[in-house]
């Protein structure tokens, strides 16, 4: 490994836009179709499953592979690779959105179906903490071209299992934008708010900038891709002087085809303006991405240097919803990384 592949392994760093389903690999997908199929896909069919040529295309795909997700132990497996794979990579956090609202849909909306998954999850998640010492934290995702109620369940029950499950530590928003919007989900927001979760949007993945001023008017504390607010300088500073964390996914939106390249993504842009922005691999099993590798292309091309890097790693932390006290121990020992 040369020597700045090493230097980012060693840099303690937080994940803070990752979906758990997107981080199903092909061969755990292979590994599920023989617990619940007569007959089970081979390497090549599960890879099929993967493809898609656009954004409405990528959805589907996301759909189909969490489909394949069925019993507690599935989840648990999912989320144990997952945690594996981040703790390779010197990844010491990771917050990760649970699609919680196709869970409900897949199960018709029976209200018993998921507190056994949510027992799955958390099982891989205190292994993670006890084997790997890395820590997880849940962000429950609804599905914003479903119906408000859809998300209204999903935000509820984020809400109702906080108190027992303190791991639950915030609620978001993915799906298709193009189809809806922040605005109907204020109410939803602000109810979410009073019960003590942190609130996180997709906003500016494949819309205009617009959509990044209504997440932000709605209570969002932290936005997923905000790709548009490149072509509205007045929201650039908005998000510079009120410290918006941004959670840029580039190989994310160059696969989806939303952003002709990784050279063309703004990342650099908003970093030099000083926005408080983090790296991030979204779903890494659809993008043939990680962690490790947004950051070493953050470096081969747009030239982000060992310090650059470190300040990326440093506002990953800060970003997170971790207490000021992990924070800070995290903090000093990426200022000390060599
Ligand atoms: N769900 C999973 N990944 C997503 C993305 N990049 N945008 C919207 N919804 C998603
Ligand atoms: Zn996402």
């Given at each position: 490994?040369d ?5 980012i392994?060693r ?9 758990l ?9 292979v ?5 619940h199929d ?38 648990e ?35 018993e ?45 984020a ?14 928003l ?8 922040s ?22 993945e494949?819309?205009?900038?617009e ?40 190989t ?33 099993a ?12 953050a ?13 990326l ?26």
């Amino acid at each position: 490994m040369d020597d700045i592949a090493a230097f980012i392994r060693r840099l303690p760093k937080a994940e803070l836009h990752l979906h758990l389903e997107g981080a199903i690999t092909p061969a755990t997908l292979v590994e599920l179709s023989q617990r619940h199929d007569r007959q089970p896909l081979t390497l090549t069919e599960a890879g099929a499953v993967y493809r898609f040529t656009d954004f409405s295309g990528f959805l589907d795909a996301f759909k189909a592979v969490t489909s394949r997700l069925i019993t507690p132990a599935d989840y648990e497996l999912a989320a144990w690779r997952m945690a594996q794979r981040l703790a390779e990579q010197g990844v010491v956090h990771a917050e990760v959105y649970i699609s919680v609202g196709v869970i409900y849909l897949w199960r018709n909306h029976d209200p018993e179906c998921f507190e056994p998954i949510f027992a799955g999850l958390e099982a891989a998640r205190l292994r993670a903490e006890r084997e790997l010492g890395l820590s997880l934290y849940w962000i429950f995702d609804a599905v914003r071209h479903f119906t408000i109620e859809e998300a209204a369940r999903v935000f509820r029950k984020a809400a109702a299992m906080l108190p027992q499950f303190p791991a639950i530590i915030g609620i978001g928003l993915g799906g298709d934008e193009r189809r809806c919007g922040s605005e109907p989900f204020r109410d939803l927001y602000a109810e979410a708010k009073a019960a003590g979760l942190h609130l996180t949007n997709h906003a500016g993945e494949t819309t205009p900038p617009e959509a990044i001023r209504e997440a932000l008017a709605i209570g969002s504390e932290r936005i997923g891709h905000a790709l548009s607010a490149i072509a509205d300088p007045d929201l650039l500073n908005d998000l510079r002087d009120r410290r918006i964390p941004l959670e840029l996914n580039p190989t994310s939106n160059v696969r989806t085809g939303v952003c002709p390249s990784w050279d063309d993504h703004p990342l650099r842009h908003y970093f030099d303006s000083g926005l408080l922005v983090t790296l991030n691999s979204d779903d890494p099993a659809f993008f043939g991405s990680d962690l490790e590798s947004e950051y070493m292309l953050a470096h081969t091309r747009q030239g982000f240097t060992r310090d650059e890097l470190r300040q990326l790693a440093s506002n990953s932390l800060q970003a997170s919803f971790l207490p000021e006290s992990a924070k800070a121990r995290w903090l000093a020992q990426i200022e000390s990384a060599r």
